[in-house]
Every structure is written in structure tokens, then in C-alpha cells.
């Protein structure tokens, strides 16, 4: 089992930027693929970014492709979400989520899953 915390949503203005980070705990870390996604009210939720266990490999939802970077700490159990020029189209519930087998962009693949956290961009 692997427990995730997700934190650092909040409201910030067109173009602004945040920082999202996901905290993990339970079994090592360095098992699984991370990955973030996004659910908007009314849409299925969908692929933002992935990082492979080492941090060597990455994938990004071409929506976000140039804006958002993904990167891991695996001294720190911590993987982040850098998210700039924002967009209202940005505005989601943001997950992240772990995956022991494959650095995957599926959502149904995923093993772990944190309780997300709200980011609103205003136009």
C-alpha cells in the first residue's frame, strides 16, 4: 500500500502559476511511476503529466505540453507538478497517482490514488 497527499491548489489568475506537490508513504517509493491527472466537473478525468520511477522518462498531455513540468524527489517521497501560463481551461480537481508496473498515461492503470486537490484559474 501506498498512501498520497496531495497539496499547494489554490486560485490564481490567468497566466499566474502553482506548484503542486504529492507526498507519499508506505512502500518505497522509488516502486512506482507517477503521474498526475485532472477531473473537471462534468468530464472524465484525464491524463496531465507522468514520471517514471528514476525521473528519466516523462509524458505530458499535449494540452499542457511546454507549460507544465513533473519531477520527483525520491529522497523526499515527493513528486511535483510545476504548472505555469495557466489557463481557465486548467480549472480541475488535480490527482496524482502511483503505478508499481509501467510509466503509463492510463488512468485505469493506475494502483494508488491521492484525494486531490482544487485548482481555479480565473479569466
Known amino acids: 500500500q501506498v498512501q498520497l497527499v496531495e497539496s499547494g491548489g489554490g486560485l490564481v489568475q490567468a497566466g499566474g502559476s502553482l506548484r503542486l506537490s504529492c507526498a507519499a508513504s508506505g512502500r518505497t517509493f522509488t516502486r512506482y511511476a507517477m503521474g498526475w491527472f485532472r477531473q473537471a466537473p462534468g468530464k472524465e478525468r484525464e491524463f496531465v503529466a507522468v514520471i517514471s520511477w528514476s525521473g528519466r522518462t516523462t509524458y505530458y498531455a499535449d494540452s499542457v505540453k511546454g507549460r507544465f513540468t513533473i519531477s520527483r524527489d525520491n529522497a523526499k517521497n515527493t513528486v511535483y507538478l510545476q504548472m505555469n501560463s495557466l489557463k481557465p481551461e486548467d480549472t480541475a480537481v488535480y490527482y496524482c497517482?502511483?503505478?508499481?508496473?509501467?510509466?503509463?498515461?492510463?488512468?485505469?492503470?493506475?494502483?494508488?490514488w491521492g484525494q486531490g486537490t482544487q485548482v481555479t484559474v480565473s479569466s
Open positions: 497517482a502511483a503505478d508499481e508496473t509501467k510509466t503509463t498515461t492510463k488512468v485505469d492503470e493506475y494502483d494508488y
